[in-house]
C-alpha cells in the first residue's frame, strides 16, 4: 500500500520560510514524476509544483521564483522549499505522482501565513 506523509508546515509569518517533506512507503519514488499540490479554504486542489524522475522541474505562475521542488530519492523524500511567503499561499499542502495515477492522499501539511 503506497502512503504519502507530508510534514514541515506551520504558522509562518508574511515573508517567512518554510521547507515542507513528503515521506513515501509501498513504492519507490524514483521512477515517478512527482508533485506538491495545494488546497486554500474553500477552493479546488491545485499543483504548483513538480519534479520528473530526470529533475526537471516546473511550478505555478503563483509560486515561480519563490518555492523549489527538490527529491531525495536515496531516501524516498521529496521537499518543498518555500520562500517570501504570502497570505495566500496558506492551504494544506498534499504530495502525490503528478500527474495523479490514483494513489491515495495523504493527510496533508497545514501551511498558515499570517502576521
Known amino acids: 500500500q503506497v502512503q504519502f506523509v507530508e510534514s514541515g508546515g506551520g504558522l509562518v509569518q508574511p515573508g517567512g520560510s518554510l521547507r515542507l517533506s513528503c515521506a513515501a512507503s509501498g513504492t519507490s519514488l524514483r521512477i515517478f514524476s512527482m508533485g506538491w499540490y495545494r488546497q486554500p479554504p474553500g477552493k479546488q486542489r491545485e499543483l504548483v509544483a513538480s519534479?520528473?524522475?530526470?529533475?526537471?522541474?516546473n511550478y505555478a505562475d503563483s509560486v515561480k521564483g519563490r518555492f523549489t521542488i527538490d527529491r531525495d530519492n536515496a531516501l524516498n523524500t521529496m521537499y518543498l522549499q518555500m520562500n517570501t511567503l504570502k497570505a495566500e499561499d496558506t492551504a494544506l499542502y498534499y504530495c502525490?505522482?503528478?500527474?495523479?495515477?490514483?494513489?491515495?492522499w495523504g493527510q496533508g501539511t497545514q501551511v498558515t501565513v499570517s502576521s
Open positions: 502525490n505522482t503528478a500527474p495523479g495515477i490514483g494513489y491515495s
Open positions: 519534479i520528473t524522475p530526470a529533475r526537471t522541474t
